[in-house]
């Protein structure tokens, strides 16, 4: 049998495509904030992700203070009520009834463990101030002023489970600015469900923070999906510049 030779030019050619397509930068679609069809989510702004008294501070509060976290989505939520941008929140709670889950997977198992987000009932606010469950103390006078729409809970970490989508739809959302608790869980399974749903989504990347746990970060594991995943990325600071200017447009 005769061996065959082949050129070095074909595989030089190959070996240069696969250096640029690596080398390549990921396109920054970017998002135009526009509060008419544009609209704040904050996932879990509760105090068992974000007070230093909540049961899950042991592994978020690094990461919760080194973003700033707790400030950050107090300004957010300042800056859509500044902007007339509707504001939602997609909460998290456990009730008894949920206690009798046969199954779940690792940070699920641990939520119901601790006592995650428990509530007495679904039809009862009966040891809700100031629990776990309850909203951190300085942003209820965003969340409770009667026009930040509260979505029925989402159950494990995506509103699949919940009324967002509903409730953005029938106020004519077209667009999503999305922060919360926490990173790596919540906020981006709240980003994947929302594009597959036909949103557009800008994460705010110090409004959010994850678990630190040995060998593991959600939040830089978060940001890596974050950059595929989203329209753009924007900090508080870029956020409150897009708001302005909307305004000045």
Not at 136 to 155: A, F, M, N
Not at 160 to 187: E, F, H, P, T, Y
Not at 227 to 245: C, E, H, K, Q, Y
Request: charged share 15%; hydrophobic share 45%; net charge negative.
């Amino acid at each position: 049998m005769k061996s065959r030779i082949l050129s070095p030019l074909p595989l030089l050619a190959l070996l240069l495509s696969l250096s640029s397509l690596a080398q390549a930068q990921l396109p920054d679609p970017g998002m135009e904030i526009d509060p008419a069809n544009t609209a704040l989510v904050i996932t879990d702004p509760q105090n068992d992700f974000l007070s230093p008294q909540g049961v899950t501070w042991g592994v978020v509060g690094a990461s919760v203070e080194a973003n700033g976290t707790v400030a950050n989505i107090d300004r957010l939520f300042a800056a859509a009520r500044s902007a007339n941008m509707q504001a939602f929140v997609s909460p998290h709670y456990y009730y008894p009834t949920d206690d009798a889950w046969q199954f779940g997977g690792a940070v699920e198992t641990m939520m119901h463990a601790i006592g995650m987000f428990s509530r007495s009932g679904a039809l009862t606010t009966d040891g809700f101030e100031g629990s776990g469950a309850d909203w951190l103390p300085r942003y209820k006078q965003h969340i409770e002023d009667g026009k930040t729409i509260v979505t029925s809970p989402h159950k494990v970490y995506g509103p699949q489970s919940n009324d967002l989508v509903l409730q953005l739809r029938k106020r004519g959302i077209q667009r999503v600015v999305l922060a919360g608790m926490s990173a790596n869980l919540c906020v981006e399974s709240h980003l994947r469900e929302l594009l597959e749903q036909g949103f557009e989504v800008t994460v705010v990347t110090d409004g959010t923070a994850a678990a630190q746990v040995p060998e593991l970060d959600g939040y830089q594991a978060a940001l890596i999906n974050f950059r595929f995943l989203a329209s753009s990325l924007l900090t508080t600071d870029g956020f409150l510049a897009a708001v302005d200017a909307a305004d000045a447009r």
